[in-house]
């Protein structure tokens, strides 16, 4: 299919307002964490007067899902997960989190196929069982793609993300479940981003496959990978396209995260 892909830019535009600022905090935060939560709520109570069609969505480590799901006032703030287990039911897998633990302790999203962790060795078939299990459980799956600085350099990337959903997605899924995130590998914590050309190819090719292979309204994509207050402008004008950003570094100060949302609507 992608020998024959032709790009029609039309393809990138979406049809939707809401804009999705989600955190992926990593292996960051403890308990007095719920400060920067605290702020960011604060912020969007007042902010989504002005900009209702905005959706924060803070992936944390886990032990603090429940903690904070808790602490959270408004129905503002969602919570999400960064990985969950491949098994649906309670058993002998140690160190393992379910989706359903993960439901239950407040998440209503998780991130799945982050390179992070294709990197330590997920394949895309685990990724797929996750998806699967997390999907069952009724979570909101947010499934990173994104190719190498190789891959890039080699011309491969849409080969490369064509792959990466074919290989971890199913038609008989819920599909409405599912965001992807387009993060290049290459791009993430490193301070460099696609071009607006690339960015705009890719966006559109994104949904194009969802169209072609899966034959539904394309899912709403996301861009990650050195998302900050400074190049936000440029995201925001130059690719309106995109239904929202995954961030990480950033997003674990309240400051730079409010600051990315501010920007992003001025
Ligand atoms: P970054 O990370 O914003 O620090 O580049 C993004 C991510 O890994 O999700």
Same mark, same amino acid.
């Given at each position: ?22 955190g992926?905090w ?9 400060? +920067? ?31 904070f799901?808790?602490k ?35 998440a209503?999203?998780v ?17 797929k069982?996750?998806?699967y ?24 990337? +849409? ?8 290989k ?27 071009s607006?050309?690339?960015l705009?190819?890719? #966006? ?8 072609? +292979?899966f034959?539904? #309204? ?18 925001s ?14 997003s ?5 995260? +409010? ?8």
């Amino acid at each position: 299919m992608t020998n024959n892909y032709k790009i029609n830019k039309n393809h990138a535009y979406t049809s939707h307002n809401l804009r999705y600022f989600v955190g992926n905090w990593k292996m960051f935060g403890d308990f007095n964490s719920f400060k +920067i939560v605290r702020k960011i709520e604060n912020f969007h109570l007042k902010f989504r007067k002005k900009h209702k069609k905005c959706k924060i969505i803070l992936c944390v480590p886990n032990i603090l899902i429940s903690f904070f799901k808790k602490k959270i006032k408004s129905k503002s703030v969602f919570l999400g997960a960064q990985n969950c287990s491949r098994y649906t039911e309670q058993g002998p897998f140690t160190g393992s989190v379910s989706a359903s633990m993960l439901k239950k302790a407040g998440a209503e999203f998780v991130i799945l196929g982050h390179s992070e962790n294709r990197k330590e060795g997920e394949s895309p078939q685990l990724i797929k069982k996750k998806i699967y299990s997390a999907l069952r459980k009724n979570l909101t799956v947010i499934f990173c793609i994104g190719e190498t600085a190789k891959e890039k350099k080699q011309g491969k990337t +849409i080969k490369v993300l064509f792959n990466q959903i074919k290989k971890s997605l199913d038609k008989k899924f819920n599909l409405k479940k599912i965001i992807i995130a387009y993060e290049p590998v290459w791009s993430i914590g490193t301070g460099k981003t696609p071009s607006s050309k690339d960015l705009i190819k890719i #966006n559109a090719a994104i949904k194009f496959m969802f169209i072609k +292979i899966f034959k539904i #309204n394309p899912p709403k994509v996301l861009y990650g990978g050195s998302v900050n207050d400074k190049n936000i402008f440029f995201f925001s004008k130059q690719t309106p396209f995109f239904d929202g950003f995954l961030i990480g570094g950033a997003s674990q100060s309240s400051k730079k995260f +409010i600051d990315i949302m501010r920007k992003y609507y001025t």
